[in-house]
Nanobody
Framework: QLRLVESGGGLVQSGGSLRLSCAAPGKTLNFYAIAWFRQAPGKEREGVSCISSSRGNTDYTDSVKGRFTISRDDARKTVYLEMNSLKPEDTAVYYC??????????????????????WGQGTQVTVSS
């Protein structure tokens, strides 16, 4: 089982920025496709962004395109989600998830939560208006 730990959440004003981190202490994430999901109170979990293990291909849900950037630093064994121009509707608990079977060398990742085997505990992001 892969233990994922998210960090970087917090309270920020509308228009501000945060950077979330996802790491697996003592392990590398090089061979995992990684995704960020979020869940706001009373809403379903939503795929926000993902990055493949090979080729570094990325995908974003439409509502964050141009504002969020996902990246991976394999040397630091960390995946980041840089969030800019934050809006109150971005308020949610953000989770990172990993799966080693998604990519298959094809540079693939997915924004569907059922495709991911390993999950972190989440970090709260609150954007005030």
């Amino acid at each position: 089982q892969l233990r994922l730990v998210e960090s970087g959440g917090g309270l920020v004003q509308s228009g501000g920025s945060l950077r979330l981190s996802c790491a697996a202490p003592g392990k590398t994430l090089n061979f995992y496709a990684i995704a960020w999901f979020r869940q706001a109170p009373g809403k379903e979990r939503e795929g926000v962004s993902c990055i493949s293990s090979s080729r570094g291909n990325t995908d974003y849900t439409d509502s964050v395109k141009g504002r969020f950037t996902i990246s991976r630093d394999d040397a630091r064994k960390t995946v980041y989600l840089e969030m800019n121009s934050l809006k109150p509707e971005d308020t949610a608990v953000y989770y990172c998830a990993a799966d080693s079977s998604l990519d298959n060398g094809l540079g693939y990742c997915d924004l569907k939560d059922y495709r991911y085997e390993h999950w972190g505990q989440g970090t709260q992001v609150t954007v005030s208006s």
